[in-house]
């Protein structure tokens, strides 16, 4: 089984160029900064920047969504392949191909209080009725 699920930020805006012929499909390339959960030699946050590619529909929406710095949810397959560069030297690449992304956090951010609720609201989503307006309710 070949399954990888990452979670982590866009170092840069996406990179979209399109194929060749009568069905030109977008394909997208980014990098995904991916926070290590242990840090074993110093106190210092580290990362690991972990390419991903992006076909069709999926590179459409991130050329048209994605930006420097969006934290994304990601799953998809890892992709191992090979060329040779202009001077004739073999490049060994790894690559996740994405088979789906989303947003990871609100266009917000972490930094707003998540007290904005509308009043009569809770933190579910869900907007508290008051007790007696049963009857005003269409759908009892």
Avoid at 51 to 63: M, N, P, S, T
Avoid at 70 to 93: D, F, L, P, W
Avoid at 107 to 124: A, F, L, M, T, V
Avoid at 125 to 130: H, L, R, T, V
Wanted: charged residues 30%; glycine residues 10%.
């Amino acid at each position: 089984m070949n399954k990888v699920i990452l979670m982590g930020r866009l170092t840069k805006d996406p990179e979209v160029r399109y194929s060749q012929g009568d069905n030109a499909m977008a394909i997208a390339r980014y990098t995904i900064a991916v926070d290590r959960r242990f840090n074993r030699n110093s106190d210092e946050a580290t990362a690991d920047f972990i390419g991903c590619v992006a076909f069709g529909k999926a590179g459409e929406f991130a050329e048209k969504y994605f930006r420097k710095g969006t934290k994304v949810a990601i799953t998809g397959r890892i992709q191992t392949g090979s060329y040779t560069n202009k001077e004739g030297v073999k490049v060994y690449t790894t690559d996740v191909v994405i088979e789906d992304q989303e947003f990871a956090e609100s266009k917000k951010g972490n930094d707003e209080p998540e007290s904005d609720h509308p009043s009569g609201s809770i933190g579910d989503g869900f907007m508290n009725i008051p007790d007696g307006v049963d009857e005003e309710l269409p759908f009892n």
